[in-house]
C-alpha cells in the first residue's frame, strides 16, 4: 500500500531562515509520481512541483528546491531565505503509474505546516 | 477559464439531512475526484471517476454518493449527514494519464454537520 509521511507537524521560522520540509514515502510500484502542493491560509491548493520515480535530479525553482532520492524513499521541501508570504501548509503526495482507467489518485501525508514570522 | 468550481463554499447541515456538493470543470478534464480534508490527516479519496458514467470508490467512500452524467460536473452527496462528516471538501480534476498528471483544485467546501 501506498503512504506518505511528514513527520513535521509544524515548523515555526524566522524571515530569511532557510527551512527544509521532509517527505517519506512507501510504494511498491517502481514507477510512481511525487508532487508538493501549498496551502496559505486562504485555503486553496496550489501546486508546487511534480516529479516522476525515474528522475532524480534535483530541481530548484527561485528560492524553492527539491531532492529527490529513491535510496531513502524521500523527497524534501527547501524554501531559502523564507518570507511571510511561505507562511503555509505544505502537503506532500504521491500517485502510482498504471492503467489509465484506474485515473490519477493522490495519496497524501499530513501536511507540515510552516510558520514564517518577521 | 474558471478551472474547478465548486458550490457552495460555506454549508452547516443537521445531522440527518442530505444535500449535494456540486463540482464543475471547464478544462475538459476526464479525471474528477472528491477529497476530503481533516486536521493531521491530510487529503483522502473519496470517490473518483475516470469519465463520464464511470465512477469507483477511494479510501474513505462510506456516506457518500457520486454520479458523473458528463464530462463537465462530478456532484457529490452526502445522503444522511453526520457530525464526522464535518470536513473541508475538495473537488479535483486532471488530464487522464497513467498517473502524474497535476491535479487542478476547487477552492474547497467547508462543511459543518450539527
Known amino acids: 500500500a501506498q503512504k506518505v509521511t511528514q513527520a513535521q507537524t509544524e515548523i515555526s521560522v524566522v524571515e530569511k531562515e532557510d527551512v527544509t520540509l521532509d517527505c517519506v514515502y512507501e510504494?511498491?510500484?517502481?514507477?510512481?509520481?511525487l508532487f508538493w502542493y501549498k496551502q496559505p491560509p486562504s485555503g486553496e491548493l496550489v501546486f508546487l512541483i511534480r516529479?516522476?520515480?525515474?528522475?532524480?535530479q534535483n530541481e530548484i525553482s527561485g528560492r524553492y528546491s527539491w531532492n529527490f532520492q529513491k535510496s531513502t524513499s524521500s523527497f524534501n521541501f527547501t524554501i531559502t531565505a523564507s518570507q511571510v508570504v511561505d507562511s503555509a501548509v505544505y502537503f506532500c503526495?504521491?500517485?502510482?503509474?498504471?492503467?489509465?482507467?484506474?485515473?490519477?489518485?493522490?495519496?497524501f501525508g499530513a501536511g507540515t505546516i510552516l510558520r514564517v514570522k518577521s | 477559464n474558471a478551472g474547478v468550481t465548486q458550490t457552495p463554499k460555506f454549508q452547516v447541515l443537521k445531522t440527518g439531512q442530505s444535500m449535494t456538493l456540486q463540482c464543475a470543470q471547464d478544462?475538459?478534464?476526464?479525471?474528477m475526484s472528491w477529497y476530503r480534508q481533516d486536521p493531521g490527516m491530510g487529503l483522502r479519496l473519496i470517490h473518483y471517476?475516470?469519465?463520464?458514467?464511470?465512477?469507483d470508490q477511494g479510501e474513505v467512500p462510506n456516506g457518500y454518493n457520486v454520479s458523473r452524467s458528463t464530462t463537465e460536473d462530478f456532484p457529490l452527496r452526502l445522503l444522511s449527514a453526520a457530525p464526522s462528516q464535518t470536513s473541508v471538501y475538495f473537488c479535483?480534476?486532471?488530464?487522464?494519464?497513467?498517473?502524474?498528471?497535476?491535479?487542478?483544485f476547487g477552492q474547497g467546501t467547508r462543511l459543518t454537520v450539527v
Open positions: 503526495a504521491l500517485s502510482e503509474a498504471h492503467r489509465t482507467e484506474y485515473g490519477n489518485k493522490l495519496v
Open positions: 478544462m475538459n478534464h476526464e479525471y
Open positions: 516529479r516522476n520515480s525515474f528522475d532524480e
Open positions: 471517476s475516470v469519465g463520464a458514467g464511470i465512477t
Open positions: 479535483a480534476s486532471s488530464l487522464q494519464g497513467s498517473g502524474g498528471t497535476e491535479a487542478f
Open positions: 510504494t511498491r510500484d517502481t514507477t510512481y509520481y
